[in-house]
């Protein structure tokens, strides 16, 4: 019984909160929003490598990518679901199944690859840039390995990669650098194609994020 005033005193400080909670239209900060993002390159581009330094993993840990994996990237402005599609010949012709329910692309180029190996990626970056799921999302094109003496640089690779032509029908498309050894020039990236993304689509469509990208 000695614990009531105690109690009652407890309920209306609870109560007068509330009370000013209302008056004040003081609301809980909404949640980040989440995005369906798609993740290709051909194998050995640096995609995997990449998601774990956004994770603040550890990069030297990482094996190849058998089928797909799905890895959440937290960032300040928006979480994304980023699903990696294992980029070895064999399994290319099936990552079209996974495009359906995308909000964004990313394509990772390792630009210290061989002209046939450019030739390969240029083929399977026009073949995503064309499906009809993929037409109207932004698309990140991240020229990795930039760290390489040799390297192609960000306009080479533009030039090398044919998307002069591409940039007038995909608008929302964007092509940075990026390098392993440049986790902080990478979170700037990840946060700019975020803020696309938000840009893009409003709140409102936050619960609508499983909805296949054509309904929104
Ligand atoms: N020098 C350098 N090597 C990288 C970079 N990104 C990835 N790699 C290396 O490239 C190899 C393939 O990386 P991985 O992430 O498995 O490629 P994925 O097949 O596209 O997922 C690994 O040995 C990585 O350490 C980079 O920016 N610079
Ligand atoms: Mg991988």
Not at 9 to 15: N, V
Not at 145 to 155: A, C, L, N, R, S
Not at 185 to 209: G, I, W
Request: negative net charge; hydrophobic residues 35%.
């Amino acid at each position: 019984m000695s614990d009531l005033p105690g109690i009652c005193c407890g309920l209306c400080r609870i109560g007068c909160f509330q009370a000013y909670q209302a008056c004040c239209c003081i609301k809980e900060a909404p949640p980040n929003p989440t995005y369906n993002i798609i993740c290709l390159g051909i194998s050995n581009a640096g995609k995997t490598t990449l998601l774990t330094i956004l994770k603040f993993e550890n990069p030297d840990a990482v094996v190849p990518t058998i089928g797909f994996s799905v890895q959440d990237i937290l960032l300040p402005n928006a979480t994304l679901k980023v699903k990696e599609l294992g980029g070895a010949a064999p399994v290319r012709q099936y990552w079209s199944r996974y495009y359906s329910d995308v909000h964004g692309a990313i394509f990772v180029v390792d630009c210290s690859c061989t002209e046939e190996e450019m030739k390969e990626t240029r083929e399977e970056l026009h073949k995503a840039l064309r499906d009809p799921h993929l037409s109207s999302v932004p698309w990140l094109i991240l020229c990795n390995k930039q760290d390489v003496d040799g390297t192609v640089t960000e306009d080479r690779a533009f030039e090398e990669l044919s998307l002069a032509d591409v940039t007038r029908e995909h608008q929302d498309l964007r092509l940075r650098s990026s390098s392993k050894s440049d986790r902080d020039s990478l979170h700037v990236v990840m946060e700019e194609f975020a803020s696309k993304l938000d840009k893009l689509y409003s709140p409102h469509t936050q619960d609508e994020a499983t909805q296949p990208m054509t309904s929104i």
